[in-house]
């Protein structure tokens, strides 16, 4: 089973301090909410799990099967099963979807025996799913995307590449309810196959059709508070304020 687990994380941006001491862990199966106000550092959290350049980390540890990836590159990152939706780590301009999709595919699963034609059969499949043409695979990779096309071709690579820990940044932004619905179903087709989920939201919209088990609000760099369903539903109806006199 796999198993994220952020240890006392600490990290700057141009100098400032915006995670203080972060601690989380995902487990393959698991399905876990990162809320939090505008600015409380969520997004960064997330950038620092895919090793962003303009963040440094200053403390503290990430560890995804016990292997250190603190410092590891975005490709390794992702070689060892971490994938974060938002900023795809391994795609090049120019290259065809097909061809990236089985190249990542075959570079994360290397003991894989599916042939090209299985592969492809799959590929169809949940492109149809996701609402995508066929003919998105003669396309190259966040070529002229929009932005629902780019949301759409995410939630693809991460059914495809079978990952063992995903993180979705405001997945749910930008994403009109039907939308919503589909990457709710597929997020809940791969919840049955043990991958561990990091949802990270401001809203509690997108929590509505996933129902994650566990919540975490993060404030000022901290998670203040960690909780469940019930968490996300008070959120909802009473904002974050409650939450800021323990952060
Ligand atoms: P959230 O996603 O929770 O809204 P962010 O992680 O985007 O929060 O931002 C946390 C803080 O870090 C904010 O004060 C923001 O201004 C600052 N910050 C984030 N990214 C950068 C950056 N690239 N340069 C300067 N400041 C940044
Ligand atoms: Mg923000
Ligand atoms: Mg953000």
């Known amino acids: 089973m796999s198993e994220l687990i952020i240890r006392d994380l600490r990290a700057t941006v141009e100098n400032k301090e915006i995670l203080k001491g972060v601690n989380l862990t995902v487990r393959g199966g698991e399905i876990h909410a990162l809320m939090g106000p505008n600015g409380a550092g969520k997004t960064t959290l997330g950038s620092v799990l895919i090793g962003h350049p303009s963040y440094q980390v200053t403390g503290g540890q990430i560890l995804l099967d016990g292997k250190d990836i603190t410092y590891a590159t975005p490709e390794e990152r992702a070689r060892a099963g971490l994938f974060l939706a938002f900023q795809n780590p391994i795609s090049i301009p120019g290259v065809k979807i097909s061809t990236f999709l089985r190249t990542a595919f075959k570079q994360l699963h290397p003991e ?65 309810v039907d939308a919503l619905k589909l990457v709710a179903d597929e997020i809940r087709e791969y919840y049955s196959q043990d991958v561990g989920f990091l949802i990270i939201t401001h809203y509690q919209r997108i929590l509505k059709n996933i129902e994650p088990e566990f919540v975490h609000v993060l404030i000022d760099g901290r998670i203040v508070k960690d909780g469940d369903k019930e968490l996300s539903l008070k959120i909802e109806e009473e904002g974050y304020d409650w939450l800021r006199s323990v952060a």
């Open 112 to 176: 894989d025996k599916t042939g090209v034609n299985e592969f492809f059969d799959n590929v169809k499949k949940h492109l149809k799913k996701v609402g995508l043409d066929e003919s998105f695979l003669s396309r190259a990779v966040n070529d002229g995307f929009s932005g629902g096309e780019r949301k759409r071709f995410e939630i693809l690579q991460m059914i495809i590449l079978r990952p063992k820990i995903v993180v979705l940044d405001e997945i749910d932004s930008g994403l009109d």
